[in-house]
Nanobody, 114 residues
Framework: QVQLVESGGGLVQPGGSLRLSCAAS????????MGWYRQAPGKQRELVAV???????NYVDSVKGRFTISRDNAKNTMYLQMNSLKPEDTAIYYC????????WGQGTQVTVSS
């Protein structure tokens, strides 16, 4: 069973940047549409960025132009570069396939606050 491990979160001031990583226990990124999700306190988990098996990407409007999703197939790792962070980006961030077929990891906490 594939395991996903997220890392790279932390506390950052508004306007700052973070780079999240998602390490997989198998070679899944090149054959699956993958995504970064986030869940803020009291809210449902939402999909914020997608990378297709072709390499194309898509983003929810609230992060478009600020977040960049990428992957390194050789390292079985996916990334989320987050720039110009806002307090409303505060959430636990998770990675999974577009259809959430893999078990959820623990996520990584991102807190944007001054």
């Amino acid at each position: 069973q594939v395991q996903l491990v997220e890392s790279g979160g932390g506390l950052v001031q508004p306007g700052g940047s973070l780079r999240l990583s998602c390490a997989a226990s198998g070679s899944i990124f090149s054959i699956n549409t993958m995504g970064w999700y986030r869940q803020a306190p009291g809210k449902q988990r939402e999909l914020v960025a997608v990378i297709f098996s072709s390499g194309g990407t898509n983003y929810v409007d609230s992060v478009k132009g600020r977040f960049t999703i990428s992957r390194d197939n050789a390292k079985n790792t996916m990334y989320l570069q987050m720039n110009s962070l806002k307090p409303e980006d505060t959430a636990i961030y998770y990675c999974n396939s577009y259809d959430s077929r893999f078990s959820w990891g623990q996520g990584t906490q991102v807190t944007v606050s001054s």
